[in-house]
């Protein structure tokens, strides 16, 4: 099983670009989020969503976007990429609430 | 907000020695998790307690639960240089609206020196 998969691992930005963070599962899990990860900050939630159509706002929402329209998938969406925007971002999946989490490699995103 | 807060924020041990790592919470919970994060990489699961258990073990690790303190305690004896890594507790909330989300604290980075 490839488990949690996110691409690109590593990617640079211009300030106003947009562009789509991948995150697939090959495990069946019905729940997916997505974090960030800053220096001192520890993870925060972005958006989560627990099955194919339905999201939610985590923690940090603003400038992000999501959809679900399969169980795999769940893509981030930067609309208009600012510098604070600079950060590592997890995505995650479970099978539902109150049972572990399986964690991608994270993507490096910069923002200048 | 986040919900836990781990303590302390860094740990320095020689190889052999155990490492204590505290987290606190603040509402109330359904179950506690413990992560392992090597730099740069993603999170790994290490062990869950529910909230009606006071203590587990998996191996050297072993984690306490205290829900009237809303704290817990993750120990790693007989430390290895391969254990140092960020640890990091997560809570799944027990009511409203956050019932669907795990919240994570900000860590505790443990430095084994061989």
């Known amino acids: 099983n490839a488990g949690v998969t996110q691409t690109p691992k590593f990617q640079v930005l211009k300030t106003g670009q947009s562009m789509t963070l991948q995150c697939a599962q090959d495990?069946?899990?019905?729940?997916m989020s997505w974090y960030r990860q800053d220096p001192g900050m520890g993870l925060r939630l972005i958006h989560y969503?627990?099955?194919?159509?339905?999201?939610d706002q985590g923690e940090v929402p603003n400038g992000y976007n999501v959809s679900r329209s399969t169980t795999e998938d769940f893509p981030l969406r930067l609309l208009s990429a600012a510098p604070s925007q600079t950060s590592v971002y997890f995505c995650?999946?479970?099978?539902?609430?109150?049972?572990?989490?399986?964690f991608g490699q994270g993507t490096r995103l910069t923002v200048v | 907000s986040q919900q836990g807060e781990e303590d302390p924020q860094a740990l320095s041990i020689q190889e052999g020695e155990n490492a204590t790592m505290n987290c606190s919470y603040k509402?109330?919970?359904?179950?506690l998790q413990w992560y392992r994060q090597n730099s740069g990489r993603g999170l790994v699961h290490l062990i869950l307690?529910?909230?009606?258990?006071r203590e587990k073990h998996s191996g050297r690790l072993r984690v306490t639960l205290d829900t009237s303190k809303k704290s817990s305690s993750l120990l790693i004896t007989a430390s290895r240089a391969a254990d140092t890594a960020s640890y990091f507790c997560?809570?799944?909330?027990?009511?409203?609206?956050?019932?669907?989300?795990?919240?994570f604290g900000k860590g505790t980075l443990l430095t084994v020196n061989p």
């Open positions: 995650a999946s479970r099978t539902r609430r109150n049972t572990e989490a399986f």
């Open positions: 495990m069946n899990h019905e729940y």
């Open positions: 969503s627990v099955g194919a159509g339905i999201t």
């Open positions: 509402t109330s919970i359904n179950n």
């Open positions: 307690i529910r909230s009606n258990e």
């Open positions: 997560a809570t799944d909330a027990n009511s409203g609206g956050s019932n669907y989300k795990l919240t």
